[in-house]
T-cell receptor, first 115, second 114 residues
């Protein structure tokens, strides 16, 4: 059963804590992405990775960190430096960057709430 | 120049009617325009996509119309059904852009009344 999985579905964090959101894909996609979605808003890019051991900042990277040690995994850490982390976090993946392969496929999301 | 503007923010349509959502972009280098459908609490799902070499693409009840000169594209949902009630996002990207990064519109919340 191919696809993108995110865990946990719901996550609660106390202020000052770091938390890590999991994203795994078995689609053999090269690129992976993390987005943040706030209520009634569009998607904003946090980080993306085109290949293993390489990643780039997106539009709102401050307070977040990522790693890409394996092709299928792209975990996101929300650090205590992120001032307003309560949001819905979406992971996506995409085939290689050659012409005609732009599609991004999304996971089911993780809803993070800071208590 | 990377912005994609989407309208309306919300839309109410009667069952059986046509839902129309519009997007406009600035960057003429964009050459891939997908639409995503998102249900509450779920991740967006790719609905339909178009490239600028065609002016229209139809898949079932969903049609994308593309106007390259006006830098606009729209999603038409024919015979709208209550099950179509969701948030719809348009997006745009550049095919040879490293990273396949999508620029998203702000979303349209569609409600189809029975």
């Amino acid at each position: 059963d191919g696809g993108i999985t995110q865990s946990p579905k719901y996550l609660f964090r106390k202020e000052g804590q770091n938390v890590t959101l999991s994203c795994e894909q078995n689609l053999n996609h090269d690129a992976m992405y993390w987005y943040r979605q706030d209520p009634g808003q569009g998607l904003r890019l946090i980080y993306y990775s085109q290949i293993v051991n390489d990643f780039q900042k997106g539009d709102i990277a401050e307070g977040y960190s990522v790693s890409r040690e394996k092709k299928e995994s792209f975990p996101l850490t929300v650090t205590s430096a992120q001032k307003n982390p309560t949001a819905f976090y979406l992971c996506a993946s995409s085939p290689d960057g050659t012409l005609g392969r732009n599609e991004q496929f999304f996971g089911p999301g993780t809803r993070l709430t800071v208590l | 120049q990377q912005q994609v503007k989407q309208s309306p923010q919300s839309l109410i349509v009667q069952k059986g009617g046509i839902s129309i959502i519009n997007c406009a972009y600035e960057n003429t280098a964009f050459d891939y325009f997908p639409w995503y459908q998102q249900f509450p609490g779920k991740g967006p799902a790719l609905l339909i996509a178009i490239r600028p070499d065609v002016s229209e693409k139809k898949e079932g009840r969903f049609t994308i119309s593309f106007n390259k000169s006006a830098k606009q594209f729209s999603l038409h949902i024919m015979d709208s059904q209550p099950g179509d009630s969701a948030t719809y996002f348009c997006a745009a990207s550049i095919s040879n852009n490293a990273g396949n990064m999508l620029t998203f519109g702000g979303g349209t919340r569609l409600m189809v009344k029975p």
